[in-house]
């Protein structure tokens, strides 16, 4: 095959980073999400209703913040539903 005649692919520029709690930040499609956000550990076995807010309004371990993440992408992606 020559490539010479072949149009020209465009440069692709590295994505922006993401910061975790800026949604404008956020891919659209969440399996594109650095791992270090996807594979966020969330509070195992909350002992308070303070724990759970916390997780959900804020982010717990360096986490965004649950609201945000389903606020974003919906409630049909949480836990990796509907990526397909």
Do not use: M
């Not at 072949?6 to 440069?11: G, I, S």
């Not at 909350?46 to 717990?60: A, D, N, S, V």
């Amino acid at each position: 095959h020559d490539t010479a005649h072949d149009p020209p692919q465009p440069y692709l520029f590295q994505q922006a980073p993401v910061v975790v709690n800026d949604p404008s930040t956020w891919p659209e499609d969440p399996d594109e999400l650095p791992p270090f956000v996807r594979n966020v550990v969330l509070c195992d076995k909350p002992r308070t209703i303070r724990q759970i807010y916390t997780e959900y309004k804020y982010g717990l371990n360096g986490g965004p913040a649950l609201k945000s993440l389903e606020e974003f992408y919906g409630p049909s992606k949480r836990n990796g539903r509907g990526s397909n």
